[in-house]
C-alpha cells in the first residue's frame, strides 16, 4: 500500500465527494420520517398477523440483488480509486449479498417445510444474527479506516485486481463458513428459537448485540468533512436500527407485526446506497454527454471560423503573427484588473508600439 495525494482526481466519485447541505437536509427528512415510522408500527410489534411463507422468498431476493448491485458498483470505484476504505464496504455488501441466500433456503416453510440446506430448528435465527451482525462490522471497518486516513494520505492497493479477487474469495468463504456452521454445525450453537419464537435472542443479548453493533458502526460514520457515502450508510445504518428492533428485539415471533415491518425497513435501508450511486452514474453519463456535445460545437465553430479566414491571413508572416500575439497578451493583462498604475502605464505604451508595429507593416 503507498500514501495517495490529488483529491481532484476523486473530486467525481459518489465514495469520496463531499455531502452537500442539500444531501444532509435531505438525509435528515428521510430519517425524522423513518423514525415516525418506527414509533408508531412499536406498540403493534407483537401483533399476529397472517403467515405468508413465500414473502420471505420475495423479500430477499429482492433484497439479494440490491446489495449484489451495490457490491458491483463499489467494486468498481474501488477499481478506479484503489482506496482500501472502499475494498472494504464493497466486500461488506457482498457478505451481505452471500447470506441473504442460506437464509432464504433455509428458512421454514418457504421452500421446504423445515427449509433446505439440512437446516434445523436454530439455522435461520443464527443465520439472521450473522447477517446481521457482520455487516455492521464490514462498516465499523471501513469507517475506522476511514478515520485513521481522515487528515492524511489514503491508503492504496498497488495491484487492486489482485485485491479484489482476494477480498471476493476471502468473502465467499467467510460467508460459506457461517452457514455451514449453522447447518452442519447447529448443535454447536446456543439455542435461541423455541418454534416460531425468538424471543431467546433477546434474553441470551444476542440481537441487542447486534442492535448495538449497528448502532457503532453509525456513529463512527460520522466524521468531519463528511462524505456522500458516509452521509447514506449512516442512514442506512439507522433505518437498520429499526429493523433489527422491530423484527428481533421487540418483536416475538415470525409472522408477527414486527417481522413484516422491520424487514420492509430493512429492505428500505438497503436501497438508499444504490439509488445514490444509480444517480451518480446517470450525472456523470449526462454530464459526458453534455461535455462532447460542447466539444463537438466548438470544433464545428473552429471550422467554420477558419473557413472565413482570407486566404493572405492564412499565409501572414511569423513577425505579424507574434505582434498579434503580444497585443493580445497585453490586452489581456489589461482587463485582468490585478496589475498597479505602473505597471498599467508601462503595459500601454508596450501595446502602442505592437499596435503601430503591425500598422505599418500592413
Request: aromatic share 12%; net charge positive.
Amino acid at each position: 500500500m503507498t500514501a495517495i495525494g490529488s483529491n481532484d482526481e476523486r473530486r467525481l466519485f459518489l465514495t469520496t465527494a463531499l455531502a452537500s447541505g442539500g444531501q444532509k437536509r435531505a438525509a435528515l427528512v428521510i430519517a425524522i420520517v423513518a423514525a415516525i415510522g418506527f414509533v408508531v408500527a412499536v406498540p403493534f410489534a407483537r401483533t399476529p398477523l397472517a403467515k405468508l411463507p413465500a414473502f420471505i422468498p420475495s423479500y430477499e431476493a429482492a433484497l439479494f440483488f440490491i446489495d449484489l448491485i451495490t457490491a458491483l458498483l463499489l467494486f468498481e470505484q474501488f477499481l478506479r480509486l484503489r482506496l482500501v476504505s472502499i475494498l472494504v464496504l464493497a466486500s461488506g455488501y457482498l457478505f451481505d449479498a452471500l447470506l441473504i441466500v442460506p437464509h432464504a433456503l433455509t428458512f421454514p416453510g418457504a421452500f421446504a417445510p423445515m427449509g433446505l440446506l439440512g437446516a434445523k430448528e436454530q439455522t435461520t435465527a443464527w443465520l439472521y444474527v450473522f447477517w446481521h451482525g457482520g455487516f455492521p462490522l464490514f462498516v465499523i471497518a471501513y469507517a475506522m479506516i476511514r478515520w485513521r486516513t481522515r487528515n492524511g494520505p489514503k491508503l492504496l492497493v498497488s495491484n487492486p485486481y489482485k485485491a479484489m479477487f482476494v477480498a471476493i474469495v476471502g468473502v465467499t468463504a467467510l460467508a460459506f463458513g457461517l452457514a455451514a456452521l449453522a447447518t452442519v454445525g447447529h448443535d454447536l450453537l446456543p439455542a435461541v428459537m423455541q418454534g416460531s419464537d425468538y424471543s431467546l435472542l433477546v434474553k441470551k443479548g444476542v440481537s441487542p448485540a447486534v442492535w448495538l453493533l449497528t448502532l457503532t458502526a453509525m456513529l463512527l460514520l460520522w466524521q468531519r468533512p463528511l462524505r456522500v457515502v458516509d452521509l447514506w450508510l449512516m442512514l442506512v445504518m439507522w433505518i437498520w436500527l429499526f429493523d433489527i428492533a422491530l423484527a428481533a428485539v421487540i418483536g416475538s415471533s415470525r409472522f408477527d407485526l414486527g417481522f413484516y415491518v422491520g424487514r420492509i425497513f430493512g429492505l428500505i435501508a438497503a436501497s438508499f446506497l444504490l439509488i445514490m450511486l444509480l444517480g451518480e452514474i446517470g450525472r456523470l453519463y449526462i454530464g459526458a454527454l453534455g461535455a462532447a456535445a460542447n466539444a463537438e460545437q466548438r470544433f464545428a465553430e473552429l471550422a467554420r471560423e477558419r473557413a472565413r479566414k482570407p486566404i493572405a491571413k492564412e499565409r501572414e508572416k511569423p513577425e505579424n503573427f507574434v505582434t498579434r500575439q503580444n497585443i493580445s497578451h497585453y490586452r489581456e493583462l489589461l482587463t485582468t484588473g490585478q496589475i498597479d498604475e505602473k505597471q498599467r502605464r508601462s503595459i500601454e505604451r508596450l501595446l502602442m508600439e505592437e499596435e503601430a508595429r503591425l500598422s505599418d507593416a500592413k
